[in-house]
């Protein structure tokens, strides 16, 4: 039987090692508060940084929209021919079936008169810009025309254009070529089917 003196220390001990978890736990619920703060914090800077880019992004798009309409009247009445900005680069879409005839990748003549006003007014308002030209597809696959796929006819149509506005004058080492073929359709096959000059203004 346990005597009065051994009972009281082991109720001591009991007591002490009760009192040790208490402040364990306190500790600990002390460091899950302060990550819990420190949590907030970071989620209420992420907030504030998130808002702040959506209202950068949203003046940028006003500021697009107003250059896009320069752009716009810039290339306009070219037959075949429209541009819109798109941040700091001028697209300018070129209609793949004034260009070229279906399967094709030689300019047709009228097509020759689109893209010498278009050189002009390259030369005349972005002169020195780099240019991307890309040709574009799109989604049927090849069958007939020869071409491995739409990704080589875009390629090739894009060299095409390419070619040409260097024979009329531009500096090919500011111009590169891609071809995007099939990926980027847009509403129907006829707009799908284009030549784009990328200029980095």
Request: proline share 2%.
């Amino acid at each position: 039987m346990m005597t009065r003196p051994l009972a009281l220390a082991a109720l001591a001990l009991a007591f002490a090692l009760t009192g040790c978890n208490d402040k364990n736990k306190v500790t600990d619920l002390e460091n899950e508060n302060a990550d819990l703060r420190a949590q907030l914090e970071k989620a209420e800077k992420d907030r504030d940084a998130a808002m702040a880019e959506r209202d950068a992004a949203g003046a940028r798009a006003a500021d697009a929209g107003k250059s896009g309409d320069t752009a716009s009247k810039d290339f306009a009445g070219i037959e075949g021919i429209s541009a819109t900005r798109v941040g700091n680069e001028v697209h300018v879409s070129i209609e793949g079936d004034v260009l070229f005839d279906s399967g094709k990748t030689s300019l047709r003549d009228t097509a020759k008169k689109s893209l010498d006003k278009m050189v002009a007014v390259l030369n005349d308002k972005y002169k020195g810009k780099f240019i991307r030209v890309a040709g574009f597809t799109d989604t049927d696959p090849i069958k007939k025309s020869g071409f491995k796929s739409n990704y080589h006819l875009g390629f090739d149509r894009a060299y095409a254009v390419r070619e040409y506005m260097i024979g009329k004058g531009m500096d090919g080492k500011v111009m590169s070529l891609s071809s995007y073929g099939p990926d980027v359709p847009l509403k129907t096959k006829a707009l799908s089917r284009r030549v784009e000059v990328i200029v980095v203004d």
